[in-house]
T-cell receptor, first 113, second 113 residues
Framework: GENVEQHPSTLSVQEGDSAVIKCTYSDSASNYFPWYKQELGKGPQLIID?????GEKKDQRIAVTLNKTAKHFSLHITETQPEDSAVYFC????????????FGKGTRLHILP | DAGVTQSPTHLIKTRGQQVTLRCSPK?????VSWYQQALGQGPQFIFQ???????QRGNFPDRFSGHQFPNYSSELNVNALLLGDSALYLCASSLPTGGFGYTFGSGTRLTVV
């Protein structure tokens, strides 16, 4: 089955700087890659996603890139703000086969003042 | 528009007992997935329900069972609780396969003592 590796597990960046979180996946059939943000006491919230027919997608300060050949995908957050502090999860799914989403172990992002 | 609602928010049970967790999906969603999230880990897929049937299942023992009702709400049952079952249990709803993105509830924090 699918296995998603995520790193780093913890990331501290100065407010205003950029943050990058990287993930790899094992199943070449995976074709949907969502990113979730989880704040304390809440469930994960979808912040951006990318499909396998797209190499890059951007939404304001957040961007995702996908390299299908290398089975890598990354989350980029620019101009970080205090409210970006949270745990971020990458995930992968084969939407043609089933609806199951497999998550990485998460990255705890700290935005330093 | 209500999102995904889970109850209860917190629960303490004794080892060997049984527990039932409940989930109401987001309006318009008819597929419900359950995840277990241990402290500091990513969500682990338990199973998914669609049209009142278990459509797929993750690597969890038969002690974990579920049900989906005609109104799309769902229950997760865990029998013979173990200390290791202590976790945050997340319910996510979505459109049927072909739709993209889960909407998560805030979870039920289960503590087994």
């Amino acid at each position: 089955g699918e296995n998603v590796e995520q790193h780093p597990s913890t990331l501290s960046v100065q407010e205003g700087d950029s943050a990058v979180i990287k993930c790899t996946y094992s199943d070449s059939a995976s074709n949907y890659f969502p990113w979730y943000k989880q704040e304390l006491g809440k469930g994960p919230q979808l912040i951006i996603d990318i499909r396998s027919n797209v190499g890059e997608k951007k939404d304001q300060r957040i961007a995702v890139t996908l390299n299908k050949t290398a089975k890598h995908f990354s989350l980029h957050i620019t101009e970080t703000q205090p409210e970006d502090s949270a745990v971020y999860f990458c995930a992968a799914s084969d939407r043609d086969r089933d609806d199951k989403i497999i998550f990485g172990k998460g990255t705890r992002l700290h935005i330093l003042p | 528009d209500a999102g995904v609602t889970q109850s209860p928010t917190h629960l303490i049970k004794t080892r060997g007992q049984q527990v039932t967790l409940r989930c109401s999906p987001k309006s318009g969603h008819d597929t419900v997935s359950w995840y277990q999230q241990a402290l500091g880990q990513g969500p682990q897929f338990i199973f998914q329900y669609y049209e009142e049937e278990e459509r797929q299942r993750g690597n969890f023992p038969d002690r974990f069972s579920g049900h989906q009702f005609p109104n799309y709400s769902s229950e997760l049952n865990v029998n013979a609780l173990l200390l290791g079952d202590s976790a945050l249990y997340l319910c996510a709803s979505s459109l049927p396969t072909g739709g993209f993105g889960y909407t998560f509830g805030s979870g039920t924090r289960l503590t087994v003592v």
